[in-house]
Nanobody
Framework: QVQFVESGGGLVQTGGSLRLSCAAS????????IGWYRQAPGNQRELVAD????????NYADSVKGRFTISRDNTKNTAYLQMNSLKPEDTAVYYC??????????WGQGTQVTVSS
């Protein structure tokens, strides 16, 4: 399985920004769609953004569209999530994995994002 290490979370005020990173092991990363997920306490894990293997196509959940930007650097086996105009409802643990083959990736520890009002 591909291992993921997420980083970049923290505590920010409403309207602030954070940039998350997802480092993947191995070279399979570069041939698969990668997605960012989040899970808030008491909620199911949800997919918030994904990006094609080449980086040419992206998709976003309605709740983050226009505020978050997903990108990837296949030379570094790393995906990123730029989060702007953060809201308290964005508070969650953020993870990355392969949306089409989640069993191929091993869920990491995630990175905590907390947005204060």
């Amino acid at each position: 399985q591909v291992q993921f290490v997420e980083s970049g979370g923290g505590l920010v005020q409403t309207g602030g920004s954070l940039r998350l990173s997802c480092a993947a092991s191995g070279n399979t990363f570069r041939i698969l769609v990668i997605g960012w997920y989040r899970q808030a306490p008491g909620n199911q894990r949800e997919l918030v953004a994904d990006i094609s293997s080449s980086g040419g196509r992206t998709n976003y959940a309605d709740s983050v569209k226009g505020r978050f930007t997903i990108s990837r650097d296949n030379t570094k086996n790393t995906a990123y999530l730029q989060m702007n105009s953060l809201k308290p409802e964005d508070t969650a643990v953020y993870y990355c994995n392969f949306p089409s083959l989640p069993s191929f990736g091993s869920w990491g520890q995630g990175t905590q994002v907390t947005v204060s009002s």
